[in-house]
């Protein structure tokens, strides 16, 4: 059998992808019913690739609105904050909630630890660190969780990557306040209209409006590998 075309299911019947009855196959018991190979050209196309296939067209509609000139800018200007900070023995501290803290740990792990190429390490740290956050959250609670590592680690001249698809979280926004008050830089990765974000970044990337989060998360993604790549090579180290 040509396996790629066919699918398992608890059918009935077997066809192959010609619609020709197949011999049954599978164990005959309550437990275990068949399962059979059923021909892909035998569902309709919302039962197996329409759904799919949107999310790839709606992704790519995104991209190509965020992919402007005026955005490619903006992306070089926070590199170049980043890479400034660098040099000058300073560092990025990066934070965010739930899927945003991810790509906040991705961020600095492809930092201080490998992108695509051997090169020394650099000074980049994610607020991710699962004791601190619950003693700061226990203690001051959830609002405070950035704001007191920003606190406790930023110096003039570090930058802070703050992550939030809707612009808003007030623990991000906390945390831009301090590290302007301790004289860092702030890049913000956002979306929908920027929420408050806007107006406090050194730096304001935006994803383009979506009604749901992931859809901003997959241009955060591509923003973050794109400054990495900047930083590596404007440092000389690739």
Do not use: W
């Not at 599978?26 to 190979?37: R, V």
């Not at 660098?86 to 899927?99: H, V």
């Amino acid at each position: 059998f040509n396996l790629r075309k066919r699918l398992y299911a608890p059918t009935g019947r077997i066809n192959d992808i010609d619609g020709t009855p197949l011999p049954f196959v599978g164990c005959p018991t309550a437990a275990a019913p068949y399962f059979l190979f059923v021909s892909l050209e035998t569902l309709p196309l919302s039962q197996t690739l329409s759904n799919i296939a949107k999310h790839f067209e709606e992704a790519a509609k995104v991209l190509e609105a965020f992919n402007t000139e005026e955005t490619l800018l903006k992306i070089e200007k926070a590199g170049k904050l980043m890479v400034e900070a660098l040099k000058n023995e300073g560092k990025i501290i990066s934070c965010g909630n739930g899927g945003s803290m991810c790509d906040a740990m991705h961020f600095a792990e492809e930092l201080s630890g490998r992108y695509r190429l051997d090169r020394k390490p650099l000074a980049a740290v994610s607020i991710s660190d699962p004791s601190h956050i619950s003693c700061v959250a226990n203690d001051y609670g959830y609002d405070a969780v950035f704001e007191r590592y920003v606190e406790a680690f930023a110096k003039k001249g570090d930058v802070l990557l703050a992550i939030s698809t809707s612009g808003n979280s007030k623990n991000i926004l906390k945390a831009i306040d301090k590290a302007i008050e301790k004289g860092a830089f702030v890049v913000g990765l956002t979306g929908k209209d920027g929420g408050k974000m806007k107006e406090l970044c050194t730096v304001e990337v935006r994803a383009p409006h979506s009604d749901y989060a992931d859809r901003a998360q997959e241009i955060h993604i591509k923003v973050i590998h794109s400054l990495i790549d900047y930083i590596e090579n404007e440092l000389g180290l690739v």
